[in-house]
């Protein structure tokens, strides 16, 4: 089956950690992207990449990072940098200019 | 910031009766999406309007553009309970093509059976 996937399901924070979100795909798309979603809210940007070894800053990009070392993965890190991290976390990704397909989400919460 | 601005952020029908969504943008666009979420999952790609095109069917959802008033919407006919969600709006930026989208709040539907 192809398709893009994360783990864990949830996952809970202390202050001051840093934890990692993963993000597979095995569609052969060329760009992935993280997005957050709050409460009653649409999706924001947080980065993004085109291309392996490649990617830029979304709109909340302070307190996130990532890597992009192989096509099929981008996984997402939540620094102890980002004051407010409990949110919805999806991943996507698409070949350019096109339809994005998404993962089944991330919930993080910081106890 | 918010480039799409769905309208109304809450519907709630009967079944069989139609659902209509709005979405405003405010910038050029290369193509308008429409996505669905069902609560806790992920988004699921619904249509792809490109910003030469007007009207554009899918099974019982059709979708208008109109790049004048920057304005998009998308008719759902013959509501089931099962389309009970929400539906995002996203926009293609117009400079360059990076794939990038910008999405709106959302609208949330739900269908009574």
Known sequence: ?111 | SQQGEEDPQALSIQEGENATMNCSYKTSINNLQWYRQNSGRGLVHLILIRSNEREKHSGRLRVTLDTSKKSSSLLITASRAADTASYFCATARGSGNTGKLIFGQGTTLQVKP
């Open chain 1, 1 to 111: 089956d192809g398709g893009i996937t994360q783990s864990p399901k949830y996952l809970f924070r202390k202050e001051g950690q840093n934890v990692t979100l993963s993000c597979e795909q095995n569609l052969n798309h060329d760009a992935m992207y993280w997005y957050r979603q709050d409460p009653g809210q649409g999706l924001r940007l947080i980065y993004y990449s085109q291309i392996v070894n490649d990617f830029q800053k979304g709109d909340i990009a302070e307190g996130y990072s990532v890597s992009r070392e192989k096509k099929e993965s981008f996984p997402l890190t939540v620094t102890s940098a980002q004051k407010n991290p409990t949110a919805f976390y999806l991943c996507a990704s698409s070949t350019q200019g096109n339809e994005q397909f998404f993962g089944p989400g991330t919930r993080l919460t910081v106890l």
